[in-house]
């Protein structure tokens, strides 16, 4: 994990876990960290929250059995949905690594505010609310509405995913 990435996640986790900021104003704080570039800013926003949402539901109790994702989807130029190892998107690894050391030392606000944006924990939640078994269920990965395929098929470095649930 370079140095970069590392401290963008920190401060993306700063900007999305404050529940003051307003969707806009999430937008425009991103961008602006990240150096005005547009889809960056949207892997940070869109893939930042999956990698929280990630690590909460693999502490949820009633989840021990469930199957965890190993993969988000993302479309190519036709629209076609494509899968790809979690381990190719380093946002996601980062990500993963700050919501483990997040879980356990806080702060709790920050990482709910985060998490709280996470497709995979509301999906969760919904299966709960509607009063359903999670024991040997398999969660779908996240998919990414404003990311091409072609962000991750040019390449971007695989990374080592980290073990989810510690």
Known sequence: ?????????QST???L????????????QVLALAGGDAMLARRLIDVVPEGFGLVLVSHIKSAET???PTEF????AAGEWMGFPF????????????????????PRLAFQTVTDRSALLN????????????EGATL???????????????????????PVGQ
Do not use: K, W
């Open 1 to 9: 994990m370079t140095d970069r990435i590392t401290t963008l996640i």
């Open 13 to 15: 986790i700063a900007i």
């Open 17 to 28: 876990g404050n529940p003051e900021l307003t969707p806009d104003e999430i937008e425009t």
């Open 66 to 68: 469930m199957q965890l």
């Open 73 to 76: 989807a993302v479309q190519d």
């Open 87 to 106: 381990a190719r998107e380093p946002i996601f690894i980062a990500a993963v690594l700050a919501a483990q050391a997040m879980f356990h030392t806080g």
């Open 123 to 134: 999906t969760v939640n919904d299966a709960l609310n509607q009063g359903g078994s999670l």
């Open 140 to 162: 779908g990965g996240p998919s990414f509405l404003g990311i091409p395929a072609a962000v991750y098929a040019d390449g971007l470095p695989v990374a080592a995913a980290p």
